[in-house]
């Protein structure tokens, strides 16, 4: 890697651009830049081998997989070259102003390749995390040799995509701020549209000059019209024409072009907004109806109306709505906030929108022109940090709360009541993945000598307080809850966002202290599961909260690691070899007889170790049945109940509870729990006795048994083939290496489900899979203590329980 040529083409006396030295201390980081030269384009920088490899790309990345965007490579840059942002003077190469349009870190999608001779040979399968591009993205190089230059940059189809027209000039502040100064910039119905923000408000007034809304607890949305075709997509830009597709399909009877705004939302029967029945909306499955309320009209049949005042956007806008059951006209108050505000409050819903009648829609603005007002007694917050107690046995002593106003992030008070212990240990645990040396606020005056410990604003919880001082502090505020269902997104709060510890310039990377060891912590706001949206961070934070548990179940025991690095639609591998691990991670060499070599096995021995696999992606832990003090020899056997796809679960728990009947006739205890997928996992204690074949010769017994008393649900054909319609009893699991998901594991399922042990009075008609998630097993484990435990104690007799089976 040289720059030479970069060198060649400056002279450092006549331009501000950084100097041509290599460096290292950034890897994996890239940048998109806004270079408006003698022609506007933007420069891909990925670093690579202590340089930025760089591309010039004419019309600017593109979050459309049908996109093929031309990228001609560049000499490299330097590495500083990461955060310029400036005006290169006329004369010199480059000339012009160049400001970054994104940045962030990548990675190498297939994590076994280099990615050096990846990008020799000309094709970079890369990952990326920055702010406007996220997700998978290829580089290629064209096979011309006249061509040499010229790449291709195109997007992978994975959840981050989108099937509308991408304008990277619509992502950039400057060229938005060029266009909000020129009336005649229309919008294009093909692109996606950022949509106009409320700012909170403090206090509800009457204004003649206002109009009042009802704000619903739902989820944001617009809707393109036009020529019969239909896009329904988020804020983001995320499509959701397939998970609300009732919505879809009657937008359709709209006989015009147009742009809309409104709030999707599930309406119980009294009529109120219910959020949780959103976030897992299934059209066969929910209860209440799903309603698309609109409240604004951006186009209108060949003419963009953001120009117009609001109510003749709404008064046009009630008119050409179609009659049907899932779409609904937003309807307003004029001029009596208060009375709207206390009739909503009074009513259920969360408050009230109120808009300036006269307002236009300014397109990707929070503005002051709307503004929200929730009920004042009990209001959401943003948890900024917290104050140390002196009580050595309390974790904090307050919360440090703030809102956003204006676009910018206030402190509203401390928080020091309301918690329970279990509370306080459970919060203290979510703000460790948070912690940050930068304050949010200059509040010395308000915390009287109190020490702040400062956290990426990112929580919310909600609060109940009396009454605002004139200073705009909450008084007397006491903590009700976490919004588990709300995170605050950082590029809402602020333009300089506060970094988590060891982090220079963005939210990708940061450290986490556990027990004196620092595990680094990569694209926490990583999209895991798409419906519920669940990311990184809400897969720490619950092996966090359950790392004592689930603990015993892996120490000393090698794992294989099932990596999903890009969530569960993505593509995902087992990882069992190791090489340049942490020196803090212990592992173990075994010899492997297929591979003809040693395999270096990971040992999960500690809450670090376990939170370094997900930080890897490892949403599921499989470790071995055996430790490493006696590898042939598993502490536990396994009885797999493996469903076909035409099994119920009502036959599954029926074929439990026979296995549990067949156990109770050998006069041994037998541990279930679900397997997370569409199974359940029976465990019975070997303690280290017997050798895997014992072990599995055992349970095969025990199989043939079950399947003598229910032939007709039951199979111990392996063949897929062979199995029919049948649940499968699996006893083969019952070798040295296989491994089966963990108790307390998560899974990769939908919903997040995790593999939980359960009593056996549980195991009856009624129990769901789903109802055990990432979200409930934590509030379970706080009521239910770890019923599992008896799996790694002392062994069975296998001789004398297969003499009680006999006898029976």
């Not at 970079?124 to 006249?146: A, D, P, Y």
């Not at 609060?463 to 590029?491: G, N, Q």
């Not at 040693?598 to 170790?609: D, E, K, R, V």
């Not at 009885?639 to 099994?647: F, G, H, K, Q, Y």
């Amino acid at each position: 890697m040289s720059l030479q040529d970069y060198r060649k083409k400056r002279n450092f006396k006549d331009t501000p651009e950084p100097k041509d030295i290599l460096n290292d201390d950034d890897k994996h980081r890239f940048v998109v830049q806004r270079h408006r030269a003698s022609h506007l384009h933007y420069d891909l920088r990925l670093e690579m081998e202590g340089v930025l490899k760089s591309w010039a790309v004419p019309k600017g990345p593109s979050m459309n997989p049908k996109d093929k965007r031309l990228a001609v490579h560049t000499e490299d840059h330097p590495v500083a070259y990461l955060t310029f942002e400036g005006i290169i003077p006329k004369g010199n190469y480059g000339a012009g102003k160049m400001t970054i349009w994104d940045s962030g870190v990548y990675e190498n999608l297939y994590k076994e390749h280099n990615l050096s001779s990846d990008y020799a040979e000309g094709t970079l399968k890369l990952v990326l995390h920055g702010e406007k591009l996220k997700g998978i993205f290829t580089l290629v190089r064209s096979s011309s040799m006249n061509k040499k230059n010229q790449w291709l940059l195109i997007k992978h189809d994975d959840q981050f995509a989108t099937a509308l027209d991408y304008d990277a000039e619509d992502f950039s502040l400057e060229a938005f701020s060029t266009e909000a100064s020129d009336q005649s910039a229309q919008l294009s119905l093909k692109s996606l549209v950022k949509p106009m923000l409320a700012s909170p408000g403090t206090k509800i007034f009457n204004d003649k000059n206002w109009i009042y809304e009802l704000k619903y607890d739902g989820y944001r949305a617009l809707a393109t019209i036009t020529n019969g075709t239909v896009e329904l997509y988020s804020r983001n830009g995320i499509s959701l024409n397939e998970k609300f597709k009732v919505i879809h399909q009657q937008l359709e009877h709209l006989e015009h072009t147009a742009i809309l705004d409104g709030e999707i939302v599930v309406l119980d029967q009294t009529g109120l907004p219910q959020f949780n029945a959103l976030q897992n909306y299934d059209s066969d499955r929910t209860e209440g109806i799903l309603v698309y309320y609109i409240f604004d009209l951006l186009h209108l049949n060949g003419h963009d109306t953001v120009n117009l005042p609001l109510l003749d956007r709404k008064a046009l806008l009630k008119e050409l709505l179609p009659d049907v059951s899932h779409i609904q006209y937003c309807d307003h108050v004029e001029a009596m906030g208060i009375t709207v505000y206390q009739q909503a409050i009074n009513m259920g819903m969360e408050g009230v929108i109120a808009k300036k009648a006269d307002s236009t829609y300014d397109i990707n603005v929070r503005s002051s022109q709307w503004l929200k007002f929730k009920k004042i007694e009990n209001t959401e917050t943003i948890i900024c940090g917290y104050t140390l107690s002196t009580n050595k046995s309390r974790k904090f002593a307050s919360l440090i709360l703030g809102m956003v106003e204006d676009d910018e992030l206030v402190y509203v008070g401390t928080c020091g009541s309301g918690f329970s212990e279990n509370q306080i240990s459970e919060l203290y645990n979510k703000f460790k993945v948070l912690e940050t040396d930068t304050p949010i606020f200059d509040i010395t005056k308000h915390l009287k000598g109190r020490k702040a410990v400062w956290l990426v604003p990112k929580l919310v919880c909600e609060v109940k307080f009396s009454e605002w001082t004139p200073s705009r502090v909450m008084r007397h505020p006491v903590f009700l809850r976490m919004r588990e269902d709300k995170t605050i997104a950082f590029d809402s709060l602020s333009n300089e966002e506060p970094s988590p510890k060891k982090l220079s310039s963005s939210h990708s990377e940061f450290s986490l202290d556990i027990d004196g060891i620092t595990v680094q912590i990569t694209n926490p706001d990583k999209l895991y599961w798409p419906n519920p949206p669940l990311t990184k961070y809400d897969l720490l934070d619950y092996y966090i909260k359950i790392s004592d548990y689930i603990l015993p179940y892996l120490k000393d025991r090698p794992e294989s690691l099932h990596r999903h690095p890009n969530g569960i639609l993505e593509d995902s591998f087992y990882q069992k070899d190791h090489e340049n691990l942490p020196t803090w991670i212990e592992t173990i060499e075994i010899p492997s007889k297929s591979s003809g070599k040693h395999i270096n096995y990971l040992l999960c021995q500690n809450q670090a170790t376990l939170l370094y696999m997900n930080n890897l992606g490892c949403i599921e832990l499989h470790p071995w049945h055996s430790t490493i003090y006696q590898l042939n020899q598993p502490d536990y056997a396994i009885i797999d109940l493996d469903p076909s796809t035409e099994n119920s679960f009502e036959e599954v728990i029926e074929t439990a509870l026979m296995v549990k009947q067949v156990l109770d006739r050998a006069k041994i205890k037998g541990f279930c729990k679900t397997s997370g997928a569409s199974g359940l996992h029976i465990y019975i204690p070997m303690g280290g006795l017997y050798t895997y074949e014992e072990a599995r010769d055992f349970t095969k017994l025990l199989c043939v048994f079950v399947h003598e008393a229910l032939p007709e649900i039951t199979t111990l054909e392996r063949s897929l083939k062979k199995r029919g319609p049948k649940i499968y009893l699996d006893y083969l699991q019952n070798r040295k290496g296989q491994t089966i998901a963990s108790a307390y594991s998560v899974r990769p399922q939908k919903l997040a489900t995790v593999s939980t042990p359960l009593q056996w009075s549980e195991i009856k008609p009624g129990l769901e899979i789903q109802d055990f998630t990432m979200k409930t097993v934590p509030d379970r484990l706080a009521t239910i203590k770890d019923v599992f435990k008896g799996v790694l104690k002392k062994g069975i007799d296998m001789e004398q329980a297969l003499n009680n089976l006999m006898e029976s």
